[in-house]
């Protein structure tokens, strides 16, 4: 199983541009998660998803877009980039409590 | 809501030291309780977890933690470091028996091993 995997690796935007991270799980995983990670900080709840055709929302939802239409896949998109919005993405599944993550988006908005 | 705070930022030790970090979480229901590890450039990896029972767990590479509720605390341990322990170390919490709730974490503590 390759796990969690998260494209691309790392990206710079400008301020107003659109962009969706793509996320992808092979687990069977029916649980969902983004998180962004900001310096010395720890992670945020974006949005989460419970299975295909479900979203929600998590902590810091604002200037962000999930849609979740196979259980495989979670994109998140990111409709007018802010300088708000550098930080670092993380993507991550679980079929119970516990939560694997993917290996991160490195996003950097100037 | 939950909030989790780790009182240690920044933490340096030589090697074959012993290492606790301290974590303490605010949530007034039943929690589940994780620590996860960053080794630079890579992702979050799952150290060891406490859902129920004997409070002390162990986790991978030597790591244990002891959950004691009248402390609301979960503290890392690790009897004595290595310098491949360097890494960011994160302590999360979420409701027991919340299905698919998402994780709270702390800010982290950056723990860097001195050989």
């Known amino acids: 199983n390759a796990g969690v995997t998260q494209t691309p690796k790392f990206r710079i935007l400008k301020i107003g541009q659109s962009m969706t991270l793509q996320c992808t799980q092979d687990?069977?995983?029916?649980?969902m998660y983004w998180y962004r990670q900001d310096p010395g900080m720890g992670l945020k709840l974006i949005y989460y998803?419970?299975?295909?055709?479900?979203?929600d929302k998590g902590e810091v939802p604002n200037g962000y877009n999930v849609s979740r239409s196979t259980t495989e896949d979670f994109p998140l998109r990111l409709e007018l980039a802010a300088p708000s919005q550098t930080s670092v993405y993380f993507c991550?599944?679980?079929?119970?409590?516990?939560?694997?993550f993917g290996p991160g988006t490195r996003l950097t908005v100037l | 809501a939950q909030s989790v705070s780790q009182h240690n930022h920044h933490v340096i030790l030589s090697e074959a030291a012993s290492l606790e970090l301290g974590c303490n979480y605010s949530?007034?229901?039943?929690?589940?309780l994780f620590w996860y590890v960053q080794y630079p450039g890579q992702h979050l990896q799952l150290l060891l977890k406490?859902?129920?029972?004997?409070?002390l767990v162990k986790g991978i590479k030597g790591f244990e933690a002891e959950f004691i509720k009248s402390k609301f605390s979960f503290n890392l341990r690790k009897p004595s470091v290595q310098w491949s322990d360097t890494a960011e170390y994160f302590c999360a919490v979420n409701a027991a028996g919340g299905g698919a709730d998402g994780l709270t974490f702390g800010k982290g503590t950056h723990l860097i091993i001195q050989p």
């Open positions: 949530y007034g229901g039943t929690v589940n």
């Open positions: 991550a599944s679980s079929y119970g409590v516990t939560q694997y």
């Open positions: 406490y859902f129920s029972g004997d409070p």
């Open positions: 998803s419970v299975g295909a055709g479900i979203t």
């Open positions: 687990m069977n995983h029916n649980y």
